[in-house]
């Protein structure tokens, strides 16, 4: 069964810090997303990508297929960039995968102070 | 655009009760999905359409049911809620289904608790 490894579970930071959060799978995917869960509990979806890097303001995410591992950066970081950050893989249906399902990791808690 | 609209937010049900958690997204998703989130665990699909008419069981689906009547709205019911059921209920669209190119809209949770 494909897990979905992230690290760290809790991450504290002052406001400003450079942050990353790191996530790592153990089989073959056609996607990753990144989602950010507010302390509220409303759940966004920050990226979804397949290979390379993606930058939306000051998030990042990277991903390499061949490590099976892909990193969310929050450059300058602000307290209300506190949140859960939530890594989920689709798995190749060739490899085991069904359709519809995401395997989802159990979140960083990420608490940036002022 | 309201996106994705969850009621209720939150329901205590006694066990053995039933009640229907509805969906409803406005940006013509084929793709929706119910979840549920429980402390110390990953998301987890229940079950999921790939369209009007359609349902699909996920990775934990019994003890509920789903219908998708109106490509809109996708329901969530428990016919007989038990105390394992307590749990966060989250329901999701997609433009395509997920793993393809597009990302997935959550609604903001229901929070259910079974006494």
């Known amino acids: 069964k494909n897990e979905v490894e992230q690290s760290p579970q809790n991450l504290t930071a002052q406001e400003g810090e450079f942050i990353t959060i790191n996530c790592s799978y153990s089989?073959?995917?056609?996607?990753l997303h990144w989602l950010q869960q507010h302390p509220g509990g409303g759940i966004v979806s920050l990226f979804m990508?397949?290979?390379g890097k993606k930058k939306h303001g000051r998030l990042i995410a990277t991903i390499n297929i061949q490590e099976k591992h892909s990193s969310l950066h929050i450059t300058a970081s602000h307290p209300r960039d506190s949140a859960v950050y939530i890594c989920?893989?689709?798995?190749?249906?060739?490899?085991?995968?069904?359709?519809?399902?995401?395997?989802f990791g159990k979140g960083t808690k990420l608490s940036v102070k002022p | 655009n309201a996106g994705v609209t969850q009621t209720p937010k939150f329901r205590v049900l006694k066990t053995g009760q039933s009640m229907t958690l509805l969906c409803a997204q406005d940006?013509?998703?084929?793709?929706m999905y119910w979840y549920r989130q429980d402390p110390g665990m990953g998301l987890r699909l229940i079950h999921y359409?790939?369209?009007?008419?359609?349902?699909a069981k996920g990775e934990v689906p019994d003890g509920y049911n789903v219908s998708r009547l109106k490509k809109q709205n996708f329901l969530l019911g428990l016919e007989s809620a038990a105390p394992s059921q307590t749990s966060v209920y989250f329901c999701?669209?997609?433009?395509?289904?997920?793993?393809?190119?597009?990302?997935?809209?959550f609604g903001n949770g229901t929070r259910l608790t079974v006494t």
């Open positions: 359409s790939v369209g009007e008419g359609t349902t």
């Open positions: 989920a893989v689709s798995m190749n249906l060739g490899l085991g995968g069904s359709q519809g399902n995401l395997i």
């Open positions: 990508l397949s290979s």
């Open positions: 999701a669209s997609s433009r395509h289904l997920t793993g393809g190119n597009s990302p997935l809209h």
């Open positions: 089989v073959g995917i056609s996607a």
């Open positions: 940006m013509n998703h084929e793709y």
